[in-house]
């Protein structure tokens, strides 16, 4: 096998790290890189470990994910399922795995293959019991909307409608488009197809959030690109699955527009932060060139905090 080659790539994720911390970026694109491997330098190999971390709202959201789906699996399938029977099958082994493997720290032998939180790895979390009840009613709730409000609406969609979408727990590369010669990295939850038209939805068990409309966006682009379908036939929909709220929208071609100009201006953006803004050897410039957080206040929230904490202190 050759070796791998870090490429230059855009997502919604990679965009908003950016956006928020230049050196968070660098982190987990750049600094990280090569951190599997034994040989490499200590400081690669933190960053590596520190980019598998994930933080309890994130593994709330992969649990309510895998428990919705197999409602609708069992569903489609012919045999249902409640709530309390879905989150018995999958959320609570997966949240009892992980939030061991965490405490255990069994992520210190392969960051990949074992979960790390961010609050036990930095000793935020006061109340373990507290913090666990709240994500399993929290998973539960979403699961009980999914059954009486998501599901009478896309029930009736069969194995052979679903768009097939690679996700990163398949091994490989995960679902991505190529845009104006840009890889762009875009994984919708749930994608359909019905004659000419184009369902594609997006699982949150959180906040609404006024961004979420830009990640639909590119889910947009991803359908008009990879099955050639036309905007008119693109359907987007926002499920808050916390709130039992659907966000419904179509978008027009000022709204393809407005959100390629954006696409573009981030590329442009992170582009200045390479060697000669030559995107095809991408080859970052020093991590001191990329700058820290503007609020300080947000990096102890931040997987990578430990590796910038002694250069904060020396900037507060």
Not at 216 to 235: N, S, T, V
Request: aromatic letters at 12%; one cysteine or more; a negative charge.
């Amino acid at each position: 096998m050759g070796e791998l080659k870090n490429t230059f790539s855009w997502s919604f994720s990679a965009a908003a790290d950016f956006d928020e911390c230049r050196r968070r970026r660098y982190w987990s694109k750049y600094g990280m890189w090569g951190g599997w491997n034994k040989n490499t330098d200590p400081e690669t190999k933190k960053a590596y470990q520190l980019n598998k971390m994930t933080n309890r709202w994130g593994l709330m959201g992969v649990a309510t994910e895998n428990t919705i789906m197999r409602v609708l699996r069992q569903h489609q399938a012919g045999n249902p399922i409640t709530a309390d029977e879905a989150y018995e099958q999958v959320a609570r082994p997966l949240l009892r795995r992980c939030w061991g493997e965490s405490k255990r720290g069994d992520w210190k032998t392969n960051p990949k293959r074992f979960c790390c939180l961010h609050g036990h790895y930095y000793g935020t979390i006061e109340d373990e019991k507290t913090a666990g009840a709240q994500i399993t009613e929290q998973v539960k709730n979403c699961t009980r909307n999914f059954i009486e409000k998501v599901l009478p609406r896309i029930g009736n969609i069969t194995r052979e409608q679903e768009l097939p979408v690679r996700t990163p727990d398949m091994g490989g590369d995960p679902e991505n488009i190529t845009w104006n010669g840009l890889k762009m990295y875009v994984i919708p939850d749930y994608a359909y197809r019905i004659g000419s038209a184009f369902h594609i939805h997006d699982w949150k068990a959180g906040k609404v959030k006024e961004s979420h409309r830009e990640q639909l966006g590119l889910y947009a682009i991803w359908a008009r690109e990879k099955f050639r379908a036309r905007p008119e036939d693109i359907f987007l929909y926002v499920e808050y699955l916390n709130h039992g709220q659907v966000a419904p929208f179509q978008m027009v071609a000022e709204d393809f527009e407005a959100l390629e100009m954006r696409i573009e201006e981030s590329v442009a953006e992170m582009s200045e932060y390479l060697v000669d803004f030559d995107r095809e050897k991408n080859e970052p410039l020093p991590k001191e060139e990329w700058e820290l957080a503007a609020d300080p206040a947000s990096c102890k929230n931040c997987s990578f905090y430990e590796l910038c904490e002694q250069e904060l202190k020396h900037t507060l």
